[in-house]
């Protein structure tokens, strides 16, 4: 089965290039520019590839397969072996885009040699080209150290899902000015460690916009209005793949649960009926 895949597949697009790949400066010069940045999630090869090919700036392989990939119902479980293996197959599809990695639960919050050790294991193992990491003032030394050797650091702040338990809910964060402030405070800190862009999850639209304007790297917005640089979704939300997540900040593009459904009926009725295969079909 792989070898007639093999042979009939043309070759894989990391050949010879010919695209401009985006990187860190890239997305800071979109900032400055104004140019907005389409930053999307993916784990595997194949949605990889279509993502690139369409253009987006930013793929992001997010934690978030542990709940769309595995099933779990948070980002906690999955390992650095999973994230290193839905990293490998992304960037085999990947051309143009920068790849960014999740740093998931507990590989990088013990302490900065760790944090360094799984960053250098992104990188080294599957070709990434930088890691994300949830979190505001106490990360500040973890994210220090992995820009130390070299690897490009992404911060997340808001809603960081990593610390559902802590939160106790999914609801909007940063309401009330206390916890705004410190939001406010540590989108600073991130920048003065050098981080290269700020994903802000789930926040007030204005507080976004504050943050926005008070910091010099882009922000990615999910769930945080329309001022920030930049806007990011889970794929498999924005397609309509996943049904029973719906938070207002999803815009549905597609419903392709319902179109992968009605043509794998369509299928099985051709299996049924014995028109699937025809002769053109067979050999
Ligand atoms: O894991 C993920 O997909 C993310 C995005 C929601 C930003 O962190």
Excluded: W
């Excluded at 862009?197 to 945080?224: F, H, W, Y």
């Amino acid at each position: 089965m792989s070898v007639k895949r093999m042979s009939t597949r043309t070759a894989r697009p990391n050949g010879p290039q010919d695209v401009a790949r985006v990187t860190t400066r890239t997305v800071q010069d979109m900032k400055a520019s104004g140019v907005n940045i389409a930053m999307l999630t993916a784990y595997d090869y194949t949605s990889a590839r279509i993502l690139d090919a369409a253009g987006v700036d930013v793929i992001l392989v997010g934690d978030s397969a542990s709940n769309v990939m595995a099933g779990h119902e948070t980002t906690l479980p999955i390992t650095l072996d999973q994230m290193i293996y839905h990293a490998q197959c992304v960037v085999r599809g990947v051309q143009r885009s920068l790849v960014v990695v999740d740093l998931p639960f507990g590989t990088y919050q013990g302490n900065t040699k760790e944090a360094l050790s799984s960053a250098v294991r992104v990188m080294k193992e599957s070709g990434a080209h930088a890691v994300k990491v949830e979190g505001g003032r106490s990360i500040v030394p973890t994210v220090e150290r992995i820009l130390e050797a070299g690897i490009p650091v992404m911060g997340h702040l808001g809603l960081t899902p990593q610390s559902i338990y802590r939160f106790g809910s999914y609801q909007v964060r940063a309401r009330d000015e206390v916890e705004a402030d410190e939001l406010r405070e540590d989108a600073v800190r991130l920048e003065k460690a050098g981080v290269f862009a700020i994903v802000l999850e789930k926040i007030p639209s204005t507080l976004a916009a504050d943050v926005t304007n008070s910091v010099s790297v882009p922000t990615i917005g999910i769930g945080a209005g329309p001022s920030c640089d930049g806007q990011v979704l889970v794929t498999h939300d924005a397609l309509g793949l996943t049904t029973d997540f719906n938070p207002r900040f999803v815009r549905r593009y597609a419903h392709l649960d319902e179109q992968i459904g009605g043509h794998v009926q369509q299928y099985i009725n051709d299996v049924r009926s014995g028109a699937f295969p025809s002769e053109d079909e067979s050999y």
